[in-house]
């Protein structure tokens, strides 16, 4: 079982819609959570973190997570062609040295 | 300025040579890593340094050796280059471990494309 999965392909949503990612996690003991965005070319940046139960949103962004079900997503709301780029979740376990992370989920927003 | 830079941003080459990539921080992070981006662009850590100490070295194999000669630089020597060398490698800085803060946010620096042919 892989640390950090992101299973779905690449995902097209329509200008204003909401995109919604998903990612789950092998580690229970996993305490800190990550979403990184990667436009094509470029490199990976920070755009979420949580650790807590539940909801947290930051601008257009909410990060879910559910430690029970180990599982921590993204929707991204008014999805904006600026969206479009690979979504990559991260974990890390306090006292562990690395962050894993998933492949990756490529979102396309249509206008 | 560039929190991370890398150098070069393009690195084409044949097999069997040798090559490094540089990494220069100025953020004042104590911790340095580098990653591999393959073609699936699966993101996967290889080295990581903290106040110029190897902490991790994942199964990497050993014509990969990096070097931290102080905290804000950390460069990437391969010799003997084969074919599936070939990817994007990113240098990255935190300020601190992974595992000591709840946000331990990892800036990546612009990459480096490195084509073995």
């Known amino acids: 079982q892989k640390e950090v999965e992101q299973n779905s392909g690449p995902l097209s949503v329509p200008e204003g819609a909401i995109a919604s990612l998903n990612c789950t996690y092998s580690?229970?003991?996993?305490?800190?959570f990550f979403w990184y965005r990667q436009y094509s070319g470029k490199s990976p940046e920070l755009i979420m973190f949580i650790y807590s139960n539940g909801d947290k949103e930051d601008g257009r962004f909410t990060a879910q997570l559910n430690k029970a079900s180990q599982y921590v997503s993204l929707l991204i709301r008014d999805s904006q062609p600026s969206d479009s780029a690979t979504y990559l979740c991260a974990v890390i376990r306090y006292g562990n040295n690395r962050l894993a992370f998933g492949k990756g989920n490529q979102v396309v927003v249509i206008p | 300025d560039t929190a991370v830079s890398q150098t070069p941003k393009y690195l084409v080459t044949q097999m069997g040579n040798d090559k490094s990539i540089k990494c220069e921080q100025n953020l004042g992070h104590d911790t340095m890593y580098w990653y591999k981006q393959d073609s699936k662009k699966f993101l996967k850590i290889m080295f990581s340094?903290?106040?110029?100490?190897?902490?991790i070295n994942e199964t990497v194999p050993n014509r990969f050796s990096p070097k931290s000669p102080d905290k804000a630089h950390l460069n990437l020597h391969i010799n003997s280059l084969e074919l599936g060398d070939s990817a994007v490698y990113f240098c990255?800085?935190?300020?601190?471990?992974?595992?000591?803060?709840?946000?331990?946010?990892?800036?990546f620096g612009p990459g480096t494309r490195l084509t073995v042919l």
């Open positions: 580690d229970r003991g996993s305490q800190s």
């Open positions: 340094y903290n106040n110029k100490e190897l902490i």
């Open positions: 990255a800085s935190s300020q601190q471990l992974p595992g000591l803060a709840t946000r331990n946010e990892q800036f």
